[in-house]
Structure formats: structure tokens, C-alpha cells
């Protein structure tokens, strides 16, 4: 199985530019996730969705969107990127929406906005 | 929103000693609480979980023990080896309906030989 698989690696945009970072998850998993990361900050939710057509808004939503039209893939959007958006992101997906059960991450994408 | 704290300073621990890190949380008390693993350039992945009526729960060279009362959790590494050196989360729902997930900062965990 392949699992969460994100795409780009790496990325770098300059300021005012948009772009879609890619998640897909081959596990059937109703629950999916996107977290930012930077130092000293740990992760950060951005936005989730407990299912297809279903998203809300996390802990720092502001300069992002996200849609869920299936179940495997969940794109997450830079409408016009900043260099505050500079940051490791991750997208996780599980079986559950309460997270009891085990969640699986995606190696990542490196973002540098100029 | 939850708060978790974490000791940001990293722990070095000579291999064979059992390592010992912690997590602590204010606010309310979660239904049960997580563990990561994160190695450099990687996503975290999973370890364990523990439920709050489980005061202790073991994973081969890994326990942790859940404390409701002094709203904490001990996740210990006996026997470590240079490979157990990465980066350990701690991760707790939200209050009302766990859609959300809080993660502690980590502690960098490095296992000299």
C-alpha cells in the first residue's frame, strides 16, 4: 500500500503566486487532515474533512482552501502564497474522525515562498 | 483549544538507559492521548495510544502511563538505542467532538552510543 502520498516534495513559489499541494490516501479512510509545521511551533491544523463534500477549518484556515470531492484525495490551495506561509506541510489521514484510531501522515511538502 | 507542553530541550540519553519524556496538558481532559514518532524530513508516525481509563500501556521497549489527575503523560523507551533517536510527539483531541488534534512541539530524543 502506498498510504498518504503528497505532492510536490519541494516548492518554491514567489509572493503572490498560487499552487495546489496534492494529498491522496489509498486506505479507504473517511478522516484527512493538513498541518503545517514550523519551529518551534509544532503542527498546526489547517483544515479537515470527516468525509467527500465534508471540510471545516482548523487552527490557522486563513490563506488556504480545501475541497474533498472524493474520498481518496483532499488538494489543499494557496490562493495567493506569502512568505508567512513558508513551512513544512502535512496532510494525515485515519479510519475515524476522533483519531482513536491509528493516523498515517504523508512525507510532507517543503514550501519556501520568496 | 488545548495546550500541551513539552520539554523543548532536547534529551540526551546513553544507549542501554531508559529514556523518559513527558507531556503535560492543561484545560480539559481528554478521552485518550497519542504518541508520534519523527524522524528528520519525515511525517510523524504513530506508536501508541492510551485511554483515560488506562493508566499504563506497553509496546515492546515502549510504555506510557496516563496520569488524569496531574493532567500528564510519561512515554518511556527502555533499552534505547542509537535508532530510537528522532523527534516524539504527544498529541490529544480537542474538546467537543475530537474532529480536531492538538500536537505538543516534541522533544528531540538523542541516544548516544
Known amino acids: 500500500n502506498a498510504g498518504v502520498t503528497q505532492t510536490p516534495k519541494f516548492q518554491v513559489l514567489k509572493t503572490g503566486q498560487s499552487m495546489t499541494l496534492q494529498c491522496a490516501q489509498d486506505m479507504n479512510h473517511e478522516y484527512m487532515s493538513w498541518y503545517r509545521q514550523d519551529p518551534g511551533m509544532g503542527l498546526r491544523l489547517i483544515h479537515y474533512?470527516?468525509?467527500?463534500?465534508?471540510?471545516d477549518q482548523g487552527e490557522v484556515p486563513n490563506g488556504y482552501n480545501v475541497s474533498r470531492s472524493t474520498t481518496e484525495d483532499f488538494p489543499l490551495r494557496l490562493l495567493s502564497a506569502a512568505p508567512s506561509q513558508t513551512s513544512v506541510y502535512f496532510c494525515?489521514?485515519?479510519?475515524?474522525?476522533?483519531?482513536?484510531?491509528?493516523?498515517?501522515f504523508g512525507q510532507g511538502t517543503r514550501l519556501t515562498v520568496v | 483549544s488545548q495546550k500541551i507542553e513539552q520539554n523543548s530541550e532536547a534529551l540526551n540519553i546513553q544507549e542501554g538507559k531508559t529514556a523518559t519524556l513527558t507531556c503535560n496538558y492543561t484545560n480539559y481532559s481528554p478521552a485518550y492521548l497519542q504518541w508520534y514518532r519523527q524522524d528528520p524530513g519525515r511525517g510523524p508516525v504513530f506508536l501508541l495510544l492510551i485511554r483515560e481509563n488506562e493508566k499504563e500501556k506497553r509496546k515492546e521497549r515502549l510504555k506510557v502511563t496516563f496520569d488524569t489527575t496531574l493532567k500528564q503523560s510519561l512515554f518511556h523507551i527502555t533499552a534505547s538505542q542509537p535508532a530510537d533517536s528522532a523527534t516524539y510527539l504527544c498529541?490529544?483531541?480537542?474538546?467537543?467532538?475530537?474532529?480536531?488534534?492538538?500536537f505538543g512541539t516534541g522533544t528531540k530524543l538523542q541516544v548516544i552510543p
Open positions: 498529541a490529544l483531541p480537542n474538546s467537543g467532538g475530537y474532529q480536531k488534534v492538538t
Open positions: 474533512s470527516v468525509g467527500a463534500g465534508i471540510t
Open positions: 494525515a489521514s485515519s479510519y475515524a474522525a476522533g483519531w482513536e484510531t491509528e493516523a498515517f
